[in-house]
C-alpha cells in the first residue's frame, strides 16, 4: 500500500498556519495536526507537574505519558484535553505560545513528540501544521507549504484572534512577544523554523484566507495529493 498523503504547513506565528490547515484539512476530509498545541500541551502540563522551566529531560518525559486527545464539536470549534480537563482556551494565550517555545528547544523533547506526531499520518491523508513538519517532522511529505507574511500583518491576525477570543492583549505588546518567539524559533539549534528545500513559499500578506486556501487546493490538486 502506498503512504498516507501528507502536506505540510510552516511558518512563523500569526501567518495563519493554523486556521489555513484546519481548512484545508476539512476541505478535503483529511486528519489535522496542530503541532503547536502539543508543544502549548507540554509546556503547560509542566507547569501544573511543578517541573521547572528549564528542566529538559523532566520535560521529555513528561512528552512521552501525557495524555492529550483533539477533537472538534459540530461548529468546527477545536476541543484539546489534557488529562481529560479541557484546556482549549488556556493553551491558547501568549503565555502559553512562550513557554511552548521554550520547551520547543529542547532537543531531547522535540525526539520524544516525534513519534507522536508521525502517527497522526492516517488515511485518507493528513494537514500538519507546525514549524518543521516539512524539514523533520515528514520529509517526504507530497506537499510542503511555507506560509509567511509581513510581521505587522502577522500581529494584526495574531491580535484579531485573540481579541475574538476574549482575550485583553494589546497590540504593541504582542507585537514584540511574537518577535521574540519568531527569534528564538529560527535561531534554535534543533529544527530551527525554517523552510524545506522542496517548499512551495506563500506570503499571505494581504491576501484574504479565502485566497490562500484556494491557492494551496489548487497546488495540491496539480500534484495529484487528491482527485
Ligand atoms: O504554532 P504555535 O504558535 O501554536 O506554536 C507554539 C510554539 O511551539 C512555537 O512558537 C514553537 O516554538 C513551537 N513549535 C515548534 N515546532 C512545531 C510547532 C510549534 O517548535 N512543529
Known amino acids: 500500500?502506498?503512504?498516507?498523503?501528507?502536506?505540510?504547513?510552516?511558518?512563523?506565528?500569526?501567518?495563519?498556519?493554523?486556521?489555513?490547515?484546519?481548512?484545508?484539512?476539512?476541505?478535503?476530509?483529511?486528519?489535522?495536526?496542530?503541532?503547536?498545541?502539543?508543544?502549548?500541551?507540554?509546556?503547560?502540563?509542566?507547569?501544573?507537574?511543578?517541573?521547572?522551566?528549564?528542566?529538559?529531560?523532566?520535560?521529555?518525559?513528561?512528552a512521552g505519558r501525557m495524555n492529550i486527545r483533539f477533537s472538534s464539536d459540530s461548529a468546527g470549534e477545536e476541543n484539546i484535553f489534557l488529562e481529560n480537563e479541557e484546556v482549549s482556551r488556556e493553551i491558547r494565550t501568549e503565555t502559553a505560545g512562550e513557554g511552548a517555545s521554550r520547551v520547543a528547544a529542547m532537543p531531547s523533547v522535540r525526539s520524544a513528540l516525534t513519534e507522536r506526531q508521525r502517527q497522526f499520518a492516517?488515511?485518507?491523508?493528513?494537514?500538519?501544521?507546525?514549524?518543521?513538519?516539512?524539514?523533520?517532522?515528514?520529509?517526504?511529505?507530497?506537499?510542503?507549504?511555507?506560509?509567511?507574511?509581513?510581521?505587522?500583518?502577522?500581529?494584526?491576525?495574531?491580535?484579531?484572534?485573540?481579541?475574538?477570543?476574549?482575550?485583553?492583549?494589546?497590540?504593541?505588546?504582542?507585537?514584540?512577544?511574537l518577535a521574540e518567539r519568531d527569534r528564538r524559533d529560527a535561531n534554535r539549534a534543533v529544527s530551527p523554523l525554517k523552510p524545506a528545500d522542496d517548499a512551495e513559499l506563500l506570503d499571505s500578506t494581504g491576501m484574504s484566507i479565502e485566497q490562500v486556501e484556494q491557492a494551496v487546493l489548487t497546488l495540491a490538486k496539480t500534484r495529484q495529493l487528491f482527485r
Open 122 to 177: 492516517q488515511w485518507p491523508g493528513l494537514v500538519a501544521d507546525g514549524r518543521d513538519m516539512g524539514t523533520v517532522i515528514f520529509p517526504a511529505a507530497r506537499l510542503k507549504i511555507f506560509l509567511t507574511a509581513s510581521a505587522e500583518e502577522r500581529a494584526r491576525r495574531r491580535y484579531k484572534q485573540l481579541k475574538d477570543k476574549g482575550f485583553d492583549v494589546s497590540l504593541a505588546a504582542l507585537s514584540q512577544e
Open 1 to 62: 500500500m502506498s503512504a498516507v498523503p501528507v502536506l505540510t504547513i510552516d511558518g512563523p506565528s500569526g501567518s495563519g498556519k493554523g486556521t489555513l490547515a484546519r481548512r484545508v484539512a476539512q476541505q478535503l476530509g483529511w486528519q489535522l495536526l496542530d503541532s503547536g498545541a502539543l508543544y502549548r500541551l507540554l509546556a503547560l502540563a509542566g507547569a501544573r507537574q511543578g517541573l521547572a522551566p528549564l528542566d529538559e529531560s523532566g520535560h521529555a518525559a513528561l
